[in-house]
């Protein structure tokens, strides 16, 4: 392992102390002990989690805010499809710092407005962009549209401060990724900064006051209108940016029905930590899942992970996850119920490096083996616990299938599923290699010898015999 695969993605994989509990039985060597209580029903919802868990694969939930059997249908298949790419690009790639360098260096607006007429990506690519998010395994794209610099990568009529207008490219690259996401499956979502640090009436890091707020909410939502009118139909709306309070003063909830008149099959979501908006259709936390204090509404959500540790294209950060951290995260966020964005920074010229396109091509071999285990799962019903955690398909009081992902080869916890052990029928994914049911203290247990442990995820299929 390189020093820079030491930068965990997942601090929050486990939902417990690592620290084997002394009361544990130490496995015979060669097997992980994997505990099973005796009596009961799997489906019964009597599990080691804390909590009652949610279906296990059920349709999602009326669409209490973005109205319509679309809209309804688009958040199930959003929580099934459970990974996208996230490609953060603009103007700021030229100075090689981030995303808010602006904002971090003090730029003056004079002074970044020159950035543009030197922006030339002449190796742009859509299709490779979109063939490396099929290649990783993403089933859906986000891009940036307008990031808090203010600048514009597509081409707007409501200012010149666009990739079309003020630089030499003089080439609208969201309408050519429009074009590759639709040839090659991929959903194409817009992600647009509410702050607009170049705009004279937006105010500070989006703060009230200063400058003509009424004028700015008007000038995003034309923007918004152009990007659900000018592209065809797309994934959705990834609003960023703006404290709690955002909601009312940037009419959050007039963009929502906006969008969904426009594009009724389009989501829209943000990643403020405040309540949810009406209209909004999922909720984005970044670099970690969401806590308790979020789970009040039952709106879908998701995790946005930097591959390295930037958000945008930054040439001095070389602290690059390894493949099989980004396989840990995958697997982890799965394994809460929520979905997770890989997010990664274009170069200057329109190209995504090789250290990012090999991360991401590892990750997507993996899939295209493990992934039945991931796409169309819901967390399952074991809490996320020291060793990994559990994905589940079917409903949640008949389950067709659980699966255990065993993250820490080396794990000696028990993995407590509840009752009626008798009936399950355990088996290596992928493999198909039966598993033997042993007696154990406290109940059933799964004999998983270690020399057919992976050293990144061990899957375990539990299936029911017969469910009563």
């Not at 989501?267 to 984005?284: K, T």
């Not at 709106?299 to 493949?323: C, F, M, Q, W």
């Not at 982890?332 to 991401?360: H, K, W």
């Amino acid at each position: 392992m390189s020093a820079s695969d030491s930068h965990s993605p997942y601090p929050w994989r486990s939902g417990v102390p690592r620290g084997r509990s002394r009361s544990l039985r130490r496995p015979c060597a060669g097997m992980i002990v994997l505990v099973l209580a005796a009596a009961g029903s799997l489906a019964a919802g009597s599990l080691a989690r804390g909590q009652e868990p949610r279906s296990a694969g059920s349709p999602a939930p009326p669409p209490a805010r973005g109205e319509g059997e679309r809209n309804a249908e688009a958040r199930a298949w959003f929580q099934d499809a459970k990974l996208g790419l996230f490609v953060h690009w603009g103007v700021y790639s030229l100075l090689g710092k981030g995303e808010r360098v602006m904002e971090r260096d003090r730029l003056p607006v004079a002074e970044y407005s020159r950035l543009p007429a030197r922006f030339n990506p002449a190796r742009f690519d859509a299709e490779a962009w979109v063939k490396l998010a099929r290649g990783a395994g993403a089933r859906y794209l986000t891009v940036t549209a307008k990031g808090p610099d203010g600048f514009c990568l597509f081409d707007s009529k409501l200012t010149s401060f666009d990739v079309v207008d003020a630089t030499p490219f003089h080439a609208d690259p969201l309408r050519a990724l429009a074009d590759a996401c639709r040839r090659q499956g991929i959903r194409l979502f817009f992600h647009y900064s509410l702050l607009d640090w170049h705009h004279p009436d937006d105010s500070p890091k989006g703060r009230p006051g200063g400058g003509d707020r009424k004028r700015y909410v008007a000038y995003y939502q034309g923007q918004i209108r152009e990007l659900c009118t000018n592209y065809g139909e797309i994934g959705g709306i990834w609003l960023d940016g703006g404290p709690d309070s955002a909601g009312a003063y940037l009419d959050l909830a007039g963009t929502c029905r906006m969008v969904h008149e426009l594009q009724p099959g389009a989501l829209v979501g943000d990643n403020r930590r405040g309540g949810p908006i009406p209209g909004e259709d999922f909720r984005a936390f970044e670099q970690e899942p969401p806590g308790q204090s979020a789970a009040a509404d039952d709106l879908p959500r998701e995790i946005l992970l930097t591959v390295n540790d930037s958000r945008g294209y930054n040439a001095a950060d070389v602290h690059y996850k390894s493949p099989e951290a980004l396989i840990r995260a995958v697997v982890g966020a799965a394994g809460r119920g929520v979905n997770i964005q890989l997010s990664v920074g274009a170069q200057p010229d329109g190209t995504i490096g090789p250290e990012t396109n090999r991360r991401l091509l590892e990750l997507g071999k993996w899939l295209s083996t493990s992934g039945a285990a991931i796409y169309g799962t819901r967390r399952g019903p074991i809490a996320p616990r020291a060793w990994g955690v559990s994905t589940a398909k079917g409903s949640k009081d008949r389950p067709s299938e659980v699966f255990l992902h065993v993250l820490d080869p080396d794990a000696e916890s028990p993995i407590v599923l509840g009752e009626a052990a008798a009936s399950l029928s355990p088996f290596l994914f992928s493999k198909e290699v039966p598993l033997r049911l042993i007696k154990a203290p406290g109940g059933l247990a799964v004999d998983l010898p270690r020399d057919i442990r992976s050293p990144v995820d061990t899957i375990v299929a539990l299936r029911p015999q017969v469910l009563k």
